[in-house]
């Protein structure tokens, strides 16, 4: 597989410092953005340690174990598990973090997630979906019937999470997972910056720029609109896959 | 002066520039200056270790936050100050300007790079001071307000973020003439300026004279010899205002309410209450310096390094950091690149700041994946293909 990435993160123009955090890792095809919170103003420890953890059992046991799944659910219990010791400590009490990783792996992608942070993707320069499920209050209603799909958006329990790293010790993220063509772009994006954009202007940006302009414009524009949170962007554009044509095929039926 | 009569279209640039954006890590500034990474932020500034190109040498480049070159008359004022300090304030313990200017709609100053650590940080890690040692210090900062108090420059800002403490035992005064100037425009904005831990009574009324500096020194001096400024709030107080707010803002806004209020009424316990060490002579420079009446301080910093010297306290100017770590003051990396660093036998996994690299190019090979049936069938179908097209054309020729 072959592509390239950017992204990047700031504070916005309201909180006081960034508790956002991402990683990239173009080496192994890792990409992750962490969103902290809580702990009066500790959550950007958390969102650290989860990443820093995160990335560091992957890259540890990438050789290791050939099924990413496995890896991944490896990765993620340690992270969790680290993120917890750091939640209950004195210093940093009550620190929890979202948390979204992307792995492109041999002919496929991996999502693991819990929390608001998000994962979309542009498949064809046509077709644009989310990725993932926010884990907020809002979406549980949906699930259950409660709420409309339209008014999960605006609902005010929209910004209050199930699940976030650091609240227990083990916590069970979910996992995506979908086969990668040539030209798919991956847009992970921390709550301070999808707040401010319709899906149409994200896949709008997504399709006309390339990773590093999208992720400049992306945190330029939500700043004007107020950056009232932390702002991270990160996207990722696969220039050349791994895919067969079978494997085309599938990809084209997991989107339409 | 062009801004009068601005057309529709001019107005909206002028809306645009208002949205700043940020300043990022490897962007060079004024054609002159490389940013290499943050190293401080604060309420008016971001502060950036740069490299001046030309010379390469370290600089530090002080970003300003609340006051934007969107007027002339903001241009004009923040000129003249930055020109006053450049050319006035030539003094070993006042930090350097050497350049200024203006850089996607804000201002920044170009300062000479202290290498050390700042006297916030040093109480922080310290806790109290030796009585020696905190006489010294106040010594040096009074030194430099001397000079520019002669010159008719007051300061406006004292506080330990502003005073750094260099690893060869200098002690530098930052920052004058730029904090009147943020402040005046916080003012404006109608946020409460300043650092009101460290300010006299009459700053909160707009009257400020170079008393107002030594009663800050005052402060300062406390802090030094206790490790709390003379009206920080008890924890007993904090609750009470925790319990009073729903949240941080209205908690901020609250607390700045409560300690201006003690400042104007209270008067603190001595020195000598939190650390027995300090002896009375000590105690009465104190809280003669932070006296709510200006003519009842020390009427010049002259005067209040007299009485220092005059304690017999301060037997050898030169100040010794010991042991002092230089923090890592890179603030702006939250993120980057993963960068796997081996240090004595251990991996560290780094994030190494994005704006240097720019994008990442990534490329790796399929890893096992079963080679897949559907490609054999494909070589398979392929290879039919040829011996076909094989046969076939050699009927043709036949």
Do not use: C
């Not at chain 1, 399709?207 to 990160?234: M, Q």
């Not at chain 2, 401080?40 to 502060?47: F, L, N, R, T």
């Amino acid at each position: 597989m072959k592509g390239r990435a950017f992204g990047n993160t700031h504070v916005g123009k309201v909180r006081p410092k960034n508790e956002d955090f991402f990683a990239i890792d173009p080496s192994i095809g890792l990409f992750v953005v962490a969103d902290g919170l809580g702990g009066r103003m500790s959550g950007d420890k958390a969102s650290y340690e989860a990443t820093q953890t995160f990335v560091e059992v992957v890259k540890e046991n990438y050789k290791k174990i050939k099924d990413p799944k496995v890896l991944l659910r490896k990765a993620f219990l340690e992270a969790s598990r680290n993120t917890y010791r750091v939640s209950t400590s004195d210093e940093y009490y009550g620190a929890m973090t979202t948390f979204t990783a992307l792995f492109l792996h041999g002919k496929r992608y991996y999502v693991v997630h819990v929390g608001d942070t998000r994962a979309y993707l542009l498949r064809y320069g046509k077709f644009f979906r989310q990725i993932t499920e926010d884990d907020t209050q809002a979406m549980e209603l949906v699930r259950r019937g409660a709420l409309d799909p339209e008014d999960a958006e605006t609902h005010p329990s929209k910004h209050v999470l199930t699940k976030a790293l650091g609240y227990k010790e083990t916590v069970i993220p979910k996992l995506y997972t979908g086969y990668v063509v040539d030209g798919d772009r991956f847009l992970l994006l921390s709550d301070g910056a999808y707040l401010y954009f319709s899906q149409e202007e994200l896949k709008d940006i997504l399709k006309k720029y390339s990773p590093k302009e999208a992720v400049d414009l992306i945190i330029e524009l939500a700043n004007d609109r107020g950056g009232e949170d932390n702002i991270t962007a990160v996207v990722v554009e696969v220039l050349k896959s791994d895919a067969g044509l079978l494997d085309r095929i599938k990809a084209l039926m997991e989107v339409i | 002066m062009e801004e009068k009569g601005s057309t529709p279209e001019q107005q909206k640039d002028q809306e645009k520039k208002k949205a700043l954006l940020p300043i990022s890590i490897g962007e060079t500034v004024g054609r002159k200056y490389r940013i290499r990474k943050k190293i401080a932020s604060g309420g008016m500034a971001d502060v950036f270790e740069a490299e001046q190109i030309t010379l390469r040498r370290k600089v530090a480049l002080k970003v300003l936050k609340d006051i934007f070159a969107d007027s002339e008359d903001a241009r004009t004022m923040f000129y003249r100050e930055a020109q006053m300090v450049a050319q006035e304030l030539d003094h070993p313990n006042i930090v350097k300007v050497y350049d200024f200017g203006e850089h996607k709609g804000r201002f920044y100053i170009v300062m000479y790079y202290v290498n050390g650590v700042t006297l916030d940080e040093y109480i922080q890690e310290r806790g109290p001071l030796p009585v020696e040692e905190a006489l010294k210090i106040t010594v040096e900062i009074l030194k430099a307000l001397d000079y520019a108090h002669r010159k008719g420059i007051v300061h406006r800002d004292i506080k330990p973020g502003n005073i750094m403490l260099s690893t060869d035992g200098r002690v530098y005064l930052l920052d004058f003439g730029i904090a009147d100037l943020v402040m005046q425009a916080q003012k404006r904005r109608r946020s409460i300026p300043g650092t009101p831990e460290y300010m006299a009574p009459e700053q909160f009324r707009d009257k400020v004279d170079h008393r107002s500096d030594i009663y800050s020194v005052g402060v300062l001096l406390y802090e030094m010899l206790t490790g709390k400024t003379p009206f920080a709030l008890s924890d007993e107080e904090k609750d009470r205002v925790k319990k009073a707010v729903r949240d941080d803002k209205e908690e901020k806004d609250q607390t700045i309410w409560v300690l201006q209020r003690k400042i104007f009424s209270e008067v603190p316990p001595p020195p000598s209450s939190k650390n027995p060490e300090v002896p009375p002579q000590v105690d009465e420079i104190v809280m003669k310096a932070i006296h709510k009446m200006p003519s009842e301080r020390f009427q010049s910093a002259y005067e209040f390094i007299q009485a220092i010297l005059d304690t017999g306290l301060v037997k050898d100017e030169t100040i010794q950091l010991e042991n002092m770590e230089i923090p890592d003051r890179n603030l702006s990396v939250r993120g980057g690149y993963v960068q796997e660093e081996e240090v004595s036998g251990t991996k560290i996994t780094q994030f190494i700041p994005i704006e240097e690299e720019g994008e990442a190019e990534f490329e790796f090979e399929e890893v096992e994946a079963n080679p897949g049936r559907w490609k054999v069938y494909l070589l398979l179908i392929f290879t039919l293909f040829i011996i076909i097209a094989g046969i076939v054309a050699l009927l043709f020729i036949l």
